[in-house]
T-cell receptor
Framework: GENVGLHLPTLSVQEGDNSIINCAYS??????FIWYKQESGKGPQFIID?????DKRQGQRVTVLLNKTVKHLSLQIAATQPGDSAVYFC????????????FGAGTRLAVHP | NAGVMQNPRHLVRRRGQEARLRCSPV?????VYWYRQLPEEGLKFMVY????????ESGMPKERFSAEFPKEGPSILRIQQVVRGDSAAYFC??????????????FGPGTRLTVL
């Protein structure tokens, strides 16, 4: 659903560790999901996407998992690097809802050396 | 290989003035979207346009806000008689319009509007 929040949740990890960022969505009719990375002062950058007929998709150092039963999406980043520090948003597209994206509230990832 | 271009990057207006935000999509993309982002929040959809057509404006406030994507030139988001609550970052995205629901949207750097 629509995001509401005054402060973003923060995930702090050590450089080299794996990161897992979670997202819950509310609309059962959503059939396409995307993860975006947003660095300070910049626009969202596409990371990886997944269709609702899949439960896992892998990219370079990133994996997205989709659990439609509990309406949950996660982004796994392997060997997290300082350059991964940013705010991460999941976004969903509803079947038949034109092309508009509905964004989650976001999670701030802080990578410590 | 230019991405989505937005200008100005920063815009300061006094209450009651007009704000015009411009967006040039990725070359070859025919679909444009506008989103608004408040600090520490996710982006909220405003409007979806194709050349000379508004496809979905369900996120646009009914008053003072308008958007266009003419046959030639950039897409324009226009805010009339701005109020302090309009202060936000406005992002434009474009997609190739392949027709599939995985039509990926690529975002510009945003325009940060400050209303004094």
């Amino acid at each position: 659903g629509e995001n509401v929040g005054l402060h973003l949740p923060t995930l702090s990890v050590q450089e080299g560790d794996n990161s897992i960022i979670n997202c819950a969505y509310s609309n059962s009719a959503s059939d396409y999901f995307i993860w975006y990375k947003q660095e300070s002062g910049k626009g969202p950058q596409f990371i990886i996407d997944i269709r609702s007929n899949m439960d896992k998709r892998q990219g370079q150092r990133v994996t997205v998992l989709l659990n439609k039963t509990v309406k949950h999406l996660s982004l796994q980043i392997a060997a997290t690097q300082p350059g991964d520090s940013a705010v991460y948003f999941c976004a969903e597209k509803i079947s038949g809802g034109y092309n508009k994206l509905i964004f989650g509230a976001g999670t701030r990832l802080a990578v410590h050396p | 290989n230019a991405g989505v271009m937005q200008n100005p990057r920063h815009l300061v207006r006094r209450r009651g003035q007009e704000a015009r935000l411009r967006c040039s999509p990725v070359k070859g993309h025919s679909h444009v979207y506008w989103y608004r982002q408040l600090p520490e929040e996710g982006l909220k959809f405003m409007v979806y346009l194709q050349k000379e057509n508004i496809i979905d404006e369900s996120g646009m406030p009914k008053e003072r806000f308008s958007a266009e994507f003419p046959k030639e030139g950039p897409s324009i988001l226009r805010i009339q008689q701005v109020v302090r609550g309009d202060s936000a970052a406005y992002f434009c995205a474009s997609s190739p319009g392949t027709g599939g629901f995985t039509d990926t949207q690529y975002f510009g750097p945003g325009t940060r509007l400050t209303v004094l």
